[in-house]
């Protein structure tokens, strides 16, 4: 399972602005997601740090067929 709890006690690092408040479901000891929603979720923090690349579609078909797989 993913766990997106920080290393330290400060949320500051956290783009979600629940975190400022001590309620940001992404670092609870109990999250209300899944795991897949929770590696999606680590995916599309990936995708944003620049350690993931990104994909592109140029139609909704490709796009398509890219989630059959």
């Known amino acids: 399972m993913v766990t997106l709890k920080p290393e330290t006690d400060s949320h500051t690092e956290c783009a979600n602005p629940v975190c400022s408040y001590g309620d940001c479901p992404l670092h609870s000891e109990n999250p ?27 139609s909704f078909e490709e796009a398509r067929e890219d989630l059959e797989k």
Do not use: Q, S
């Open 32 to 58: 209300p997601f899944n795991a897949k929603v929770l590696a999606a979720i680590a995916e599309g923090d990936a995708i944003f740090k620049g350690e993931k690349p990104a994909k592109w579609y140029t």
